[in-house]
């Protein structure tokens, strides 16, 4: 596509429940990273794939994350049996092989009460 | 200490005033700086990449990098009210893979 595209753009959810949050990057780009941004912060690294393998998997906060991307494109992140401070915008950038520059979506805003 | 540090604001200046945003960060072996602008409730776009030390210049913005001093700054001449955002620093490591690691952002308001 055009952009990097991400779904939901908004999500409610209660303590507990499970999440998922999809990136579709743009076409072409092999490089995928998904970052946290909590209200007034700055970004969180949470994981980067280099086409369907994630050499780096440090930022992931806890085991109730956990991502995959499939077919070198698209990729779901998936948070597990919520909690409050899970409350962020998760934002999704891809880049060309690794480039120097991302490209950021427009962000899933996930609120669990 | 955090990795990458920025002065979380607001920075404010009037119209046509040159703003300056300044980031230092504590690993020695990043070898490429980037500044982010990020409008309230929009995601981050890249506005400058910088990998050597000295001046870049684009238009009414240069950065400026140290490396000596772990130090690079962003400066906008000729202020417009449209550059009121967050502006984000990044820094990516050598051997980190193209993970960027991002400073919790300056806020910058430009009054007219």
């Known amino acids: 596509g055009a952009g990097v595209s991400q779904s939901p753009s908004n999500k409610v959810t209660e303590k507990g429940k499970d999440v998922e949050l999809r990136c579709d990057p743009i076409?072409?780009?092999?490089?995928l990273y998904w970052y946290r941004q909590s209200l007034g912060q700055g970004l969180e690294f949470l994981i980067y794939?280099?086409?369907?393998?994630?050499?780096?998997k440090s930022g992931l906060p806890s085991d109730r994350f956990s991502a995959e991307r499939t077919g070198g494109s698209v990729s779901t992140l998936t948070i597990q049996r919520t909690q409050q401070e899970d409350s962020a915008v998760y934002l999704c950038?891809?880049?060309?092989?690794?480039?120097?520059?991302?490209?950021f979506g427009a962000g899933s805003r996930l609120t669990v009460l | 200490q955090k990795e990458v540090e920025q002065n979380s604001g607001p920075l404010s200046v009037p119209e046509g005033a040159i703003a300056s945003l300044n980031c230092t960060y504590s690993?020695?072996?990043?070898?490429?700086f980037f500044w982010y602008r990020q409008y309230s409730g929009k995601s981050p776009e890249l506005i400058m990449s910088?990998?050597?030390?000295g001046d870049k210049e684009d238009g009414r913005f240069t950065a400026q990098l140290n490396k000596a001093s772990q130090y690079v700054s962003l400066l906008i001449r000729d202020s417009q009210p449209s550059d009121s955002a967050t502006y984000l620093c990044?820094?990516?490591?050598?051997?980190?893979?193209?993970?960027?690691?991002f400073g919790g952002g300056t806020r910058l308001m430009v009054k007219p």
């Open positions: 950038a891809s880049s060309f092989n690794g480039a120097n520059v991302l490209t």
């Open positions: 076409s072409g780009h092999t490089a």
């Open positions: 794939f280099q086409g369907n393998s994630a050499p780096d």
């Open positions: 690993d020695r072996g990043s070898q490429s």
């Open positions: 910088i990998y050597s030390n």
């Open positions: 990044a820094v990516r490591r050598d051997n980190a893979g193209n993970m960027l690691t």
